[in-house]
């Protein structure tokens, strides 16, 4: 039987990925390419929908895709690819605009969270649109299952609304997606301000801890993480959502249970376990970085593995647009 198939994205948008990416994305992407026939792209036809310097969002998507490959997705078993490489992307997401309902793209949170900062009518339609373009990356590769963070929930309903109405108004297409979200990471916060998500767009550089980053400044970041009254080290996320968002980070990372980890830190104070997760994030970040370097010092190469990833991926978006286009009524060209 055939692999169930999964698809997620993410956005060059920062010179690194942060933690909250790789724990609450990117690690099951990896795990997942051993169970399913696995799709993965760096979503620049995103990037735009705020401004954009196109040497920024050159440099970014190559550095996006190699941090992908340097965290383990290997291009046997992934395709890899980058959206703007494959057209069909933009071409379902018009088919699926024109189904979208004013109001409907309206309620979602993310753009009334980004449009407020750019002040309403300063945000582009594209970022108003910008929900729409995730639901045809996902339908157009039929995938069964779409590993992300909780921020992503609402796009995901979005994404099987209009899978779902596609299907009623012109006979079955596309196949719905379910999220597939882990609880214990599907929300890293700010070490800053723990009760808000850790965001390349709106966390303070202290507040977040990036993947490219040096040993040193990731150390600090850890220690001077805002703590709580109190000195124990609980899991509380009302009372002390400063050490349960490192307790949840030391968890995923040590793979040790939270409980567990209480029990070893009794009576020792914040000190002694910041400088655990410290450790625990340095050493998983630091082969990720290396490797980062090595395929960006080869671009030619990192270029050529996009371009594969682009031919598999398009194999299968040319497939789901046929049939769109003939539903739809569109012509046949001769
Ligand atoms: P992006 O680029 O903002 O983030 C990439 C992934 O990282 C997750 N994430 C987090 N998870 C836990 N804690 C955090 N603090 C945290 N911050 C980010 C996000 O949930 C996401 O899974 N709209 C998407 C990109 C996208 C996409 C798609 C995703 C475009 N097309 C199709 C899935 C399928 C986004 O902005 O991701």
């Known amino acids: 039987m055939a692999r169930p198939r999964v698809l997620s994205g993410i956005q060059p948008t920062a010179d690194s990925f942060h933690l909250g990416n790789y724990l609450g994305a990117v690690r099951q992407w990896v795990t997942m390419q051993e169970t399913h026939d696995a799709f993965y792209c760096v979503v620049d036809l995103h990037a735009i929908t705020v401004p954009t310097e196109p040497d920024a969002l050159r440099r970014r998507s190559r550095v996006a895709a190699a941090q992908l490959f340097a965290a383990g997705l290997d291009p046997e078993r992934s395709t890899v690819f980058v959206q703007s490489h494959v057209r069909e992307h933009t071409e379902l997401a018009w088919v699926l605009i024109c189904l979208t309902g004013m109001g409907e793209a309206g309620r979602m949170t993310q753009f009334k969270d980004k449009s407020a900062k750019f002040g309403e009518s300063a945000a582009s339609v594209g970022l108003f649109t910008y929900p729409i373009l995730q639901a045809a990356d996902i339908l157009l590769y039929q995938a069964n299952l779409v590993p992300v963070g909780a921020d992503q929930k609402q796009h995901l309903e979005l994404t099987r609304d209009l899978g779902q109405r596609f299907n009623h108004r012109f006979g079955d297409t596309f196949t719905l997606p379910d999220p597939y979200i882990l609880k214990e990471v599907e929300k890293i916060t700010d ?27 990731l150390r600090k970041k850890v220690m001077r993480a805002v703590t709580d009254t109190g000195s124990e080290v ?38 002694t376990f ?35 990833g682009a031919e598999r991926a398009s194999a299968v978006a040319k497939e789901t647009m046929a049939q769109v286009r003939d539903r739809v009524g569109f012509l046949p060209k001769l």
């Open 191 to 217: 070490l800053q301000d723990p009760t808000a998500k850790m965001s390349k767009s709106s966390s303070s550089p202290a507040g977040i801890l990036d993947v490219l980053e040096q040993p040193g400044p």
């Open 234 to 271: 609980l899991f509380d996320e009302a009372g002390k959502p400063g050490i349960s968002n490192l307790l949840r980070i030391q968890s995923a990372l040590t793979g040790t249970p939270i409980p567990e980890l209480v029990a070893r830190y009794e009576g020792q104070g914040y000190g």
């Open 274 to 308: 910041k400088k655990d997760v410290a450790e625990a994030v340095e050493q998983t970040f630091a082969p990720i970085r290396e490797r980062t370097e090595k395929l960006l010092a080869d671009e030619k190469e990192l270029d050529r593995m996009l371009a594969i």
